[in-house]
């Protein structure tokens, strides 16, 4: 299936300032999206073990299926944010 993500603050210097559709296997999880990631971009991969992703103004959890089609954000964490 196919998604789109859209990457914020370091996350945009590193992996994308524009939006990327990315292919992924049906029924994956959001975890599972950012462990493709991490694979396909390991400079990122520190700060991706920290985001988290947003749909429609909501956080979506580790273990949400993501849709086809869908638009997701990438939050890395924010000041003071370990990653």
Do not use: H, W
């Amino acid at each position: 299936m196919r998604i789109t993500l859209i990457f914020y603050a370091v996350l945009q210097e590193i992996i994308s300032e524009e939006p990327l559709t990315l292919e992924v296997a049906d029924e994956s999880t959001a975890e599972q999206v950012i462990e493709q990631l991490s694979q396909k971009y390991p400079k990122a991969a520190p700060i991706l073990k920290a985001t988290r992703l947003a749909n429609e103004d909501e956080y979506v959890g580790k273990q949400t299926v993501l849709t086809e089609d869908s638009e997701y954000c990438l939050i890395p964490p924010v000041s003071g944010g370990k990653y």
